[in-house]
């Protein structure tokens, strides 16, 4: 990850990126894969793999914006921050 973070291209598509429009995406998309969700923001796979695992690990920082990012069996979804698997390690998620 830390070879990716000083490439000139990601910190471009960082600084460019907005957290709640990809809260948007994925409510709109739940289950979405990396590959499609890569590919809906026409970025490298690897710069939004790493960004996500950023997102995913440290989801209490995203809480005022929109929600947390969970990933589950390589599927990403947000969780409104009132839903209360929001709030546990491991958040269960229903497929329905």
């Not at 957290?19 to 890569?38: F, P, R």
């Not at 950023?54 to 947390?68: A, P, Q, V």
Request: charged content about 25%.
């Amino acid at each position: 990850m830390s070879k990716i973070f000083d490439e000139v291209d990601y910190q471009k598509f960082v600084s460019e990126l907005n957290y709640e429009d990809v809260c948007d995406v994925l409510k709109n998309n739940q289950g979405i894969s990396l590959t499609d969700l890569s590919k809906k923001y026409n970025a490298k796979e690897e710069y939004f793999d790493c960004l996500l695992k950023i997102w995913t690990k440290n989801w209490n920082t995203f809480y005022h914006k929109g929600g947390r990012v969970v990933n589950k069996n390589g599927n990403y979804y947000i969780l409104s921050p009132r839903n209360p698997q929001s709030r546990v390690r491991n958040p269960q998620i229903n497929y329905m």
